[in-house]
């Protein structure tokens, strides 16, 4: 027995038709472009609030930028890094068009760093110290701020702030056998200092607690002092790089040593004619040197 099964066909509209397929034809489907989102927070309004939020920071480091070296630059430098970290925590939970979100943390983040490099940059009471200027110059906390500004620039959102001047290093010396202080000389003794070291030093010579003299010597030469006095002098030498006159002292790589024996100058008369002394010192350590040193703190070296 077979058992014959009827078909229906269907037509694309999924409705029934004919066999022979002619069927409704089929509805295409279209979709409206989608309207660009509406921003978050009104730009204008994110303007005002950089403007509002940065300008305690810029009058600040314009204080900086005009302040001039010494306690002035250095309470200066105190209170644009406070401002400059009071801006960042602000900029942190400022409402911010989404465009700007990346470039509003960005912006956050170099302002710390910027605090931080203004706070380092603070002179220390040291003789040996560097000017703030040049250590802010050297300091890898502006560069992001100019950068993070940029990028705000760039999507309409002005970043108002004037960061302040810096200085290259400076490297001033002093001629060979220069006098930094030339006190009474009226002896024979003579005096040879040879600096072999890769660092002009300064030498000086006392008899207690006043400095009879103070001479420079640059690297890789000598000097001579003549008509030294008699008397037993303790001898002190600096060395490092940038002599500043006004701090009697290298402003970078300082280091202050003294040697542990004294220098002992002495004329006396003998037959045919006077004796007197002549010494040399070396600043270069060598292995079998007879002259050892200690460092000495830099509030001890002599004026």
């Not at 609030?49 to 940065?54: I, K, P, Q, Y």
């Not at 305690?56 to 430098?77: C, S």
């Not at 925590?89 to 760093?113: I, K």
């Not at 037993?232 to 202050?256: I, M, P």
């Amino acid at each position: 027995m077979a058992l014959a099964l009827p078909l229906a066909a269907c037509d694309s509209g999924g409705s029934g038709g004919d066999s022979g397929g002619q069927g409704s034809p089929a509805s295409a489907s279209t979709t409206a472009p989608t309207p660009s989102p509406t921003p978050t927070v009104d730009p204008a309004a994110y303007r005002r609030a950089l403007d509002t939020t940065l300008g305690p920071l810029d009058k600040a480091l314009r204080v900086v930028d005009r302040a001039r070296e010494g306690g002035a630059l250095n309470k200066a430098l105190g209170t644009a890094a406070t401002a400059a970290v009071t801006a960042a925590t602000q900029l942190d939970t400022a409402e911010t068009p989404d465009d700007a979100l990346t470039g509003n943390a960005d912006l956050a983040a170099s302002l710390r760093g910027l605090g931080r490099s203004l706070t380092d940059a603070q002179a220390d009471e040291g003789r040996c110290a560097t000017s703030p200027r040049v250590e802010l110059g050297a300091a890898d906390g502006l560069q992001p701020v100019r950068d993070a500004g940029s990028t705000l620039d760039g999507l309409g959102y002005p970043v108002h702030l004037k960061l302040p001047r810096t200085e290259q290093p400076k490297k001033r010396r002093l001629g060979n056998g220069s006098f930094v202080k030339d006190g009474w000389r009226g002896g024979l003794g003579r005096l040879t200092i040879d600096n072999g070291t890769d660092s002009d030093a300064v030498v000086s010579l006392t008899r207690g607690k006043r400095t009879t003299f103070t001479v420079y010597i640059r690297k890789g030469s000598s000097t001579t002092v003549r008509r030294v006095g008699d008397g037993t002098y303790t001898v002190y030498f600096t060395a490092g790089e940038d002599w500043s006159s006004a701090k009697k002292s290298f402003t970078r790589d300082c280091s202050f040593e003294k040697f542990d024996d004294k220098a002992n100058f002495k004329t006396v008369q003998v037959t045919g004619g006077t004796q007197y002394t002549v010494l040399t010192f070396s600043l270069q350590k060598t292995i079998g040197g007879n002259a050892t040193t200690t460092e000495v703190p830099a509030d001890e070296f002599p004026s």
